[in-house]
């Protein structure tokens, strides 16, 4: 069974930073593309950032170009997401998905596996 656990959330103030990590367990990853997705108090849910099953390419949301940067980490089932110059209007609960396809493009993430959810606040 596929288990995705979050970490790295928190309150920051506007302009600060943070990483959130995603470990994921229950088979190897290394062959699908992985990504995040976030949903802000009374807004759909939204994509953030993926990172293909190459882990060669990255894909961002244009609301969040230049200030996120997703990596993946094979040897370690993970994925990153570092966020800096951060915005109130990033605040939301991010989650960590993975395509349930393996060596399929980043568009069949949200048909796949999700996690839990961080909690992110950023204060103005």
């Known amino acids: 069974q596929v288990q995705l656990v979050e970490s790295g959330g928190g309150l920051v103030q506007a302009g600060g930073s943070l990483r959130l990590s995603c470990a994921a367990s229950g088979r190897t990853f290394s062959d699908y593309a992985m990504g995040w997705y976030r949903q802000a108090p009374g807004k759909d849910r939204e994509f953030v950032a993926a990172v293909g099953w190459t882990r060669s390419s990255t894909y961002y949301a244009d609301s969040v170009k230049g200030r996120f940067t997703i990596s993946g980490e094979n040897a370690k089932n993970s994925v990153y997401l570092q966020m800096n110059n951060l915005r109130p209007e990033d605040t939301a609960v991010y989650y960590c998905?993975?395509?349930?396809?393996?060596?399929?493009?980043?568009?069949?993430?949200?048909?796949?596996?999700w996690g839990q959810g961080t909690q992110v606040t950023v204060s103005s």
């Open positions: 998905v993975i395509s349930n396809r393996r060596v399929a493009p980043v568009s069949t993430l949200a048909s796949g596996n």
